[in-house]
């Protein structure tokens, strides 16, 4: 694992960005793993203003998110598809049909959960993951428990998830209740994971991610075992990790 503490968030996001355009630019057909979340809101805005300054195109790059809320649909102000149109796809010239996301308003998730692994299948490893994490440990929406899924699935949100997740809805009883995610297994083979987290709120869950034992009541652990996994931290959420 590459650790990378920085003073200043801009400083985190331009790192973290530089790190995607490296893989677009050494192949412009890159696939890109995607996660929403406040965290990658910046690392988005440095490549929408690296594509704005000529300096890295999407055209021919191709991307798969980790998640999407069960039951909303993408034109939806709050689906994981809307969030990213607003702070990437459409400021970037991604064509909407390399853009693939689960579709939460699915009438049979199960069955969207199979087909989005078939895809990502498909497109074999992926060249670069952008990932954060939740402050119980979750990555993507994999949730603390005794079993974690290596693929795609139909997941129910812990209720400290949803109530943390609640700032974007107007309401708690309006937080989905399900997602569709990525598994561990699907996102853990990347090429490359770019991770970032910010804040002293994820010190703690960062320490047991990073320094605690592999353990699946805290999903993010499992990142220790991937063989390019690059961190990028502020210097309050590195804390305990210095
Ligand atoms: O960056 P935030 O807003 O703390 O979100 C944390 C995590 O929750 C999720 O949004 C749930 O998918 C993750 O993608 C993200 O890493």
Redesign the pocket.
């Given at each position: 694992m590459k650790l990378t503490v920085f003073k200043n968030e801009k400083d985190i996001d331009q790192a973290a960005a530089d790190s995607v355009i490296e893989v677009i630019k050494s192949n412009p057909e890159a696939t890109i793993g995607l996660?929403?979340?406040?965290?990658p809101v910046g690392l988005y805005q440095k490549l929408v203003q690296a594509h704005q300054n000529g300096k890295v195109s999407f055209k021919q790059v191709t991307t798969y998110n980790?998640?999407e809320y069960a039951g909303l649909a993408k034109d939806h102000p709050q689906s994981f598809y809307d969030f990213m149109k607003t702070h990437l796809f459409s400021k970037v010239d991604v064509p909407e049909e390399n853009i693939h996301i689960p579709d939460g308003a699915s009438s049979d998730l199960e069955a969207e959960a199979e087909r989005y692994e078939a895809e990502l299948e498909k497109a074999g490893q992926l060249d670069v993951q952008i990932?954060?994490?939740?402050l119980n440990g979750?990555?993507?929406?994999n949730e603390p428990g005794h079993t974690l899924h290596a693929e795609t699935h139909v997941v129910t949100l812990t209720e400290d998830t949803r109530e943390v997740n609640s700032q974007a809805f107007s309401s708690l009883e309006d937080v989905p209740k399900k997602a569709i995610t990525m598994g561990i297994g699907s996102m853990m083979k990347a090429k490359k994971i770019v991770f970032i987290a910010k804040g002293e709120a994820k010190a703690s869950i960062l320490k047991q991610a990073f320094k605690g034992p592999i353990d699946p009541l805290v999903p993010g652990s499992l990142l220790q075992l991937h063989p390019n996994l690059e961190v990028y931290l502020d210097e309050s959420a590195a804390e305990y990790l210095k």
């Open positions: 996660a929403t979340g406040q965290t980790i998640d990932l954060s994490i939740g979750h990555i993507g929406f």
